[in-house]
Nanobody, 125 residues
Framework: QVQLVESGGGLVQAGGSLRLSCAAS????????MAWFRQAPGKKREFVAG????????YYGESVKGRFAISRNNAKNTVLLQMNSLKPEDTADYYC??????????????????WGQGTRVTVSS
C-alpha cells in the first residue's frame, strides 16, 4: 500500500503559476507510474497529467497541454506538477494517484489504485 500526500495548492491570480508536489511512501516509488487528476465542484474527476514509472513518457489532458508539466524525482519519492498560465477554469481539488501495477505508462487509461487526499487550487480572475 502506498501513501500519497499532496501539497502546494493555494490561491493565485489568472496567469500565475503554482507547483504541486506529491510525496509517496510505503512501497518502491520508482516502479510505479503516477498521475495528477482534478475535480471541480459539480464536475467529474478529470485526468490532468501522467508520467511513466521511468519518467520517459508523459501524458496530458487537452485542457492543460502546453501549460502544465509533470515530472518525478525517484530519489526523493516525489512527483511534481508545474502549472503555468493558470486560468479560472483550472480551479479544482487536485489529487495525486499511483498506478496499481508496476512498470506502467501513466496514461489516462491506467488503473490508478491509490489516491492522496487532495490539495485545493483556486485561480481568481
Amino acid at each position: 500500500q502506498v501513501q500519497l500526500v499532496e501539497s502546494g495548492g493555494g490561491l493565485v491570480q489568472a496567469g500565475g503559476s503554482l507547483r504541486l508536489s506529491c510525496a509517496a511512501s510505503g512501497r518502491t516509488f520508482s516502479w510505479y507510474a503516477m498521475a495528477w487528476f482534478r475535480q471541480a465542484p459539480g464536475k467529474k474527476r478529470e485526468f490532468v497529467a501522467g508520467i511513466s514509472w521511468s519518467g520517459g513518457s508523459t501524458y496530458y489532458g487537452e485542457s492543460v497541454k502546453g501549460r502544465f508539466a509533470i515530472s518525478r524525482n525517484n530519489a526523493k519519492n516525489t512527483v511534481l506538477l508545474q502549472m503555468n498560465s493558470l486560468k479560472p477554469e483550472d480551479t479544482a481539488d487536485y489529487y495525486c494517484a499511483a498506478d496499481k501495477e508496476t512498470s506502467g505508462l501513466g496514461s489516462p487509461g491506467s488503473d490508478f489504485g491509490s489516491w492522496g487526499q487532495g490539495t485545493r487550487v483556486t485561480v481568481s480572475s
